[in-house]
């Protein structure tokens, strides 16, 4: 009996390595930035990069990899602009005065009435 060798179906095939995406890594780069002082562009950054990371891995066919980083960046990226739009608006109630005047003037009530007339 003589043993017929299998065919290998890679042997024509150059084998290749995968390539990490340049997108992912500039994406969590960019997350872990915004929380070091870059607040909210710095996250804009991240999430744009992100998902262009995520739109190029996922066309890649398995030759490009990254995907965690690019994630990892997103929500980065996204809880970072989240807490900047707060503080964006805490400034600006705050600025406004919608915040600041009730607690300002809550010890001084009881010297006006109910025609906010002042009460000797």
């Known amino acids: 009996m003589s043993q017929v060798p299998l065919p290998n179906y890679y042997q024509n095939q150059p084998p290749y390595a995968s390539q990490t995406s340049g997108w992912a890594v500039f994406s969590l780069i960019a997350g872990i930035l915004a929380w070091l002082g870059v607040f909210g562009i710095g996250g804009i950054a991240a999430v744009i990069a992100g998902h262009i990371a ?3 891995i996922n066309s890649s066919s ?9 994630t990892a960046g997103l929500v ?5 602009i989240a807490l900047a739009l707060l503080g964006i608006c805490l400034f600006v109630l705050i600025f406004a005065g919608a915040i600041a005047t009730p607690a300002l003037c809550l010890p001084f009530m009881n010297q006006f009435n109910n025609n906010f007339s002042f009460v000797p």
């Open 76 to 80: 980065l990226g996204y809880l970072n």
């Open 62 to 70: 398995g030759r490009k990899s990254g995907a965690g980083m690019a």
């Open 54 to 56: 995520k739109s190029e």
